[in-house]
């Protein structure tokens, strides 16, 4: 029998701030809304085009990204679909939530000023050594000596 495969990537920003709240045992659930937007050409016109997803994160790496999670973050989530099922009224309801394993902060809130959001857990320091200067987007070659033994 064939495996089934449940997995989702995503990149988007967050539409509010993250909600943490505990289980009984203690457990932190961290859940929030990201809003994925890409542009589509219709006809001669550039449409932008949004879909929103809720994320559900448990455990310790949610408590520990908790409080880096304001509307407007940029976050990449890696995790699965998860159906959840209840009855409400009489009338059964289901709602499709991303269950995420990992979550990586990624660039700043638009708008804000200063470090660009780039000191939250997660996100990358700077560069050290004597390429500090370096620039990925100059068009200048990579930040390695040239006398790379390889």
Do not use: C
């Not at 203690?26 to 994925?36: D, P, R």
């Not at 394993?101 to 200063?114: D, I, K, M, V």
């Not at 100059?138 to 040239?146: K, L, R």
Request: no cysteine.
């Amino acid at each position: 029998m064939a495996a089934d495969i449940n997995s989702v990537v995503l990149i988007g920003r967050l539409t509010r701030d993250a909600e943490i709240r505990y289980s009984q045992g203690g457990t932190g659930i961290l859940k929030f809304s990201l809003a994925q937007t890409h542009r589509r050409k219709t006809g001669d016109t550039w449409t932008d085009e949004s879909h929103f997803f809720d994320v559900v994160m448990m455990g310790k790496s949610a408590e520990s990204v908790h409080r880096y999670l304001s509307k407007g973050k940029q976050v990449a989530v890696q995790g699965e679909l998860r159906q959840n099922r209840w009855e409400q009224d009489g009338q059964p309801r289901s709602k499709v939530e991303v269950f995420a394993f990992s979550l990586q902060l990624l660039g700043g809130n638009p708008g804000s000023s200063g470090n660009n959001g780039n000191s939250g857990a997660g996100s990358p320091g700077p560069l050290t050594g004597s390429n500090e200067s370096y620039d990925p987007y100059s068009g200048n070659s990579e930040p390695f000596d040239d006398d790379v033994p390889f």
